[in-house]
């Protein structure tokens, strides 16, 4: 029988988490109330829409305006989000239909999706661009007991977790107070590997709003932090968020019980799934050598799409950017 989505705006918060959580890998963060709350903390604004068949609802997303130069730009992180497995084609292109209408609708100049489930073909999406969030993570399932994940992880990473708790380092709930000491390790982390961090008022921010659901935590040793992550816990999945440690004591490898800490917090918060959220071996090699020595399995998500709604606006945008990026490398 066809199926005729309707599509609602502003969904009430009790139910846009409940459905979130109801996905079987739990909810994803960057489609969560949570995340609203930090966008918008930060300035943005959020637009929500839920297409529902009857009272069951098919498909989610999470939309974040943002302003640059004047401009509106919508950005979708992780979404639109499909709880229907359906084959019904007209009603998935609803879904971007309805989403181009709300773009155009508040002035937008784009709309850029990052569908994570989706049950079609995601070209109906546009272009695909360079991503924004990592296309591949690593998922552990955490229905698994504690030794079972012990001895599905690499042996060096089993033999570094003893090594770690042998040497002495200790894993501590951080508050906003120890986020100096989280900047200082990200600094020098994101030079030697190679990505990209926030600002500082980003992971306050991050704290202040996540609450209780987002952690810091830190592993020290003689009082000295080694290494210290962000960590959410929301609707059965665990997400590693951002992590940093230090370029010198190495040798007590404090971030692989940091990781062995949270993975077992996660367990005992009776979360699904621990997401380490990114990996990739061109980009980030050491990195991603360190989360697959976890073990867990590979999630490949189909990238970053563009619909550019007003072309020339568009263009014009891409040139001031271009602009603004060279003056910062001038005046850096």
Request: glycine residues 6%.
């Amino acid at each position: 029988m066809k199926m005729n989505w309707q599509v609602k705006e502003n969904l009430n918060d009790v139910a846009w988490e409940e459905t979130l959580t109801s996905l079987p890998d739990g909810t994803e963060a960057l489609q969560s109330d949570l995340w609203r709350r930090l966008v918008i903390a930060e300035g943005a604004r959020c637009h929500r829409l839920a297409w529902q068949d009857g009272e069951k609802t098919m498909a989610l997303a999470q939309v974040i305006e943002t302003n640059k130069f004047g401009l509106k730009f919508f950005y979708i992180p992780r979404g639109p989000l499909a709880l229907s497995t359906s084959s019904d084609i007209s009603n998935w292109q609803k879904v971007k239909q309805d989403l181009i209408s709300l773009a155009k609708k508040h002035q937008a100049v784009s709309l850029v999706f990052e569908p994570e489930n989706w049950p079609l073909s995601t070209d109906i999406f546009g272009k695909k661009i360079k991503s924004i969030q990592p296309e591949k993570s690593l998922f552990l399932d955490l229905s698994l007991s504690e030794d079972e994940l012990l001895q599905a992880m690499h042996h060096k990473t089993r033999y570094n977790i003893r090594l770690a708790k042998k040497k002495g380092v200790e894993i501590v709930r951080g508050k906003v107070a120890d986020l100096p000491s989280f900047w200082k390790l990200l600094k020098s982390t994101t030079v030697r590997d190679g990505f990209r961090g926030h600002s500082l008022s980003h992971y306050h921010n991050l704290l202040e709003q996540g609450a209780p659901n987002i952690e810091l935590c830190l592993a020290k040793r003689d009082d000295k932090v080694l290494a210290a992550g962000i960590f959410s816990f929301l609707g059965g999945r665990a997400v590693y968020l951002h992590g940093a440690s230090s370029n010198s004591d190495r040798q007590h490898m404090a971030p692989y019980l940091l990781q062995w800490q949270m993975i077992k917090r996660a367990k005992e918060k009776t979360c699904r799934y621990y997401d380490f959220y990114g990996i990739d071996a061109k980009k980030w090699p050491g990195v991603t050598r360190f989360k697959l020595g976890f073990g867990g399995e590979e999630r490949n998500y189909p990238g970053t799409y563009i619909i550019v709604i007003k072309p020339l606006i568009y263009n014009l945008y891409k040139i001031l950017a271009f602009i603004k990026r060279q003056l910062s490398l001038i005046f850096k």
